[in-house]
């Protein structure tokens, strides 16, 4: 089964693409094949940090349709086993993106066929952002040992968390209303947690769904641009958050230090992985890298659906309209 690993964040600039090319490298070296997808549209950059020169068609043709294909877009790279898939670099159009062409763009990543398919997102919450980082067999979320960044990533997990639920119910059902009404109150400074849902839906299945979800959402923690060890009890923090008030788990996969090798990366146009192989925040990337490689992915148990499952089949029936009875 290929892994899909979305790498995300709360505040920009903390170090999502610089970690998302270099754990592939290092993945990469480690035997297994990975595609590098960079997904910040609007903002593409991975290949910078890959040293790859921006000429070649990426997401930004599937947006524009120039291109049908994802896999057609994937290239290889001059590391083995490493592959790029490129972002918009070369057509920035995608403010918007709209919902078919989201929809195909993580069906189609779904299908690609490697060992790791990493995606490099964009900052943020945005529901783009969020359903990609949805996409994947489990997600990471970058953040540094500050707290702006810890409570822009525990709200980044916050949404996350409140859109699995919402997606995990079909269009119109009781079940999205009551998971509206519920974010509305905790919006307006209810503390409920996220389990005493439960407790307002009438089904043993939805409770069920729901416990499950909880349950299986275990989002998987960098910290990165770590200046001292004694800045770790503060990413403790997000896990007693994280517990708390939305009752799921993180796991801290990596805490990556501040490395002057790292910024001279981008510059020199080769990924520190290459550059500086046994630099300090590559010792500790690769620590990572192993617990990476000992994560199962899963299926999840419960289907999800759509945001506008219900626009999307009343667009099919008129697409089948048009086509079987053409005027
Ligand atoms: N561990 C580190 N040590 C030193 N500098 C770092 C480290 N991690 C990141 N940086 C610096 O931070 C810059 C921004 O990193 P990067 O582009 O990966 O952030 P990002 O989270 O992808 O940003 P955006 O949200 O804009 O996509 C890098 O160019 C580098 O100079
Ligand atoms: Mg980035």
Redesign the pocket.
Known sequence: MTAIVPVA?G???????????NLGISLAQAGKTVILADL?LG?A?LHT?LGIRNRQPGIGHIISKKSSRIEDLVMETAVPRLHFLPGDGLLPATANLPFFTKKKIMRDLQNLVADYVLL?L???SNYNTVDFFLTGSFGLI?C?PETTSILNAYSFIKTAVFRLLYRSFPANSPERGIIQDFMMERLEGSSDSFLSLTERLDSETARDIVRTRLQEFCPRVVI???RSADELPLGGRLRQIARKNLDIEVEYIGF????????R??FERTPTALAYPDCM?MRALRGTTSTLLKIQPEQPQFPMYDDDADLYAAARRYQEAVTDNPV
């Open positions: 964040s505040k920009g600039g903390v170090g999502k693409t610089i970690a998302t090319a910040d903002a950059n940090i490099d964009g900052a943020g970058v540094t990165n641009n770590g990556l230090p501040h490395d002057p090798a790292v910024e990366s981008p925040f």
